[in-house]
C-alpha cells in the first residue's frame, strides 16, 4: 500500500510572544517506536512546561494528548497538522517553554498548529510503501526458478545464506504479495513464509 510519511527526522524552533515552541518530528512504524520517542523527548526536554503530541500510523492507530494544556487547544491542533499534510508513520511533539506572555486559548492553537506543520514541512513528505517479509527456502535445484521469481517483482534483499539449502529474506511491496506467492508456489520445492516483520 502507498502512504504519504516524512523522509527523515527533524526539529525546528518557533519563538511567539516570548514563548519557545520545538517541533520534534520523527518516522515511526509502530507504537513501541511511538513510546521510545515520547520518553526520549520528555528526558531531553524535561524542564519544559509540556510536550504535547499526536501520532498516525499507517495501521490505523493514532492519538493525540495536550499534556497539560487547555483541552484541545495543543494536541488537536498538532494532529490536524498531520492530517493537513496526510502523513502516515510520524509522530509530532511540540515542546513548549513559557514566556510569561498568555496566548490564550486561540493563540495556542496556532502556536501549536503552526510548528507541528513547520516540523512536518521540514522533514520532507515522500511516498513509501507497506511491505512483507518473505523467507524463503529451497534446494539448489530450484535456484534458477527462485531467482526468475525475483526478477519479476521489486524487492529489498534483508539476508541471503547457501548451506545445505538457499535460504533468502527479502522485502516486498504488501501489493505485490499475492503475486509473488502464485510465483513461488509453482515450484513445489519451494519453501515461504510471509510476515509483517
Known amino acids: 500500500m502507498r502512504y504519504r510519511t516524512i523522509e527523515k527526522d527533524v526539529i525546528v524552533k518557533n519563538v511567539i510572544k516570548?514563548?519557545?515552541?520545538?517541533?520534534?518530528?520523527?518516522?515511526?512504524?509502530?507504537?513501541?517506536?511511538v513510546e521510545a520517542f515520547l520518553k526520549e523527548i520528555r528526558r531531553k526536554y524535561r524542564d519544559a512546561n509540556h510536550n504535547p503530541y499526536a501520532y498516525r500510523?499507517?495501521?490505523g492507530k493514532?492519538?493525540?494528548?495536550?499534556?497539560?494544556?487547555p483541552g484541545g487547544s495543543a494536541g488537536v491542533p498538532i494532529f490536524n497538522a498531520i492530517r493537513h499534510f496526510g502523513v502516515y508513520n510520524v509522530c509530532v511533539v511540540v515542546t513548549r517553554y513559557?514566556?510569561?506572555?498568555?496566548?490564550?486559548?486561540?493563540?495556542?492553537?496556532?502556536?501549536?498548529?503552526?510548528?507541528?506543520?513547520?516540523?512536518?514541512?521540514?522533514?520532507?513528505?515522500?511516498?513509501?510503501?507497506?511491505?512483507?517479509?518473505?523467507?524463503?527456502?529451497?534446494?539448489?535445484?530450484?535456484?534458477?526458478?527462485?531467482?526468475?521469481?525475483?526478477?519479476?517483482?521489486?524487492?529489498?534483499?534483508?539476508?541471503?545464506e547457501f548451506k545445505e539449502d538457499g535460504f533468502i529474506i527479502l522485502q516486498i511491496d504488501e501489493d505485490l504479495i499475492e503475486e509473488f506467492s502464485t510465483l513461488l508456489k509453482r515450484d513445489e520445492r519451494i519453501n515461504f513464509s510471509i510476515s509483517n516483520f
Open 62 to 69: 493514532q492519538y493525540y494528548s495536550d499534556d497539560g494544556e
Open 98 to 160: 513559557f514566556g510569561g506572555v498568555k496566548l490564550g486559548i486561540p493563540g495556542l492553537i496556532e502556536a501549536y498548529g503552526s510548528t507541528a506543520a513547520f516540523a512536518i514541512k521540514s522533514a520532507n513528505v515522500i511516498e513509501d510503501v507497506t511491505t512483507k517479509t518473505v523467507e524463503i527456502r529451497f534446494p539448489y535445484t530450484s535456484f534458477n526458478y527462485v531467482s526468475y521469481a525475483l526478477e519479476k517483482v521489486p524487492h529489498k534483499i534483508i539476508k541471503r
Open 57 to 59: 500510523l499507517v495501521t
Open 18 to 33: 516570548r514563548s519557545i515552541f520545538i517541533g520534534s518530528v520523527r518516522r515511526v512504524s509502530d507504537l513501541e517506536e
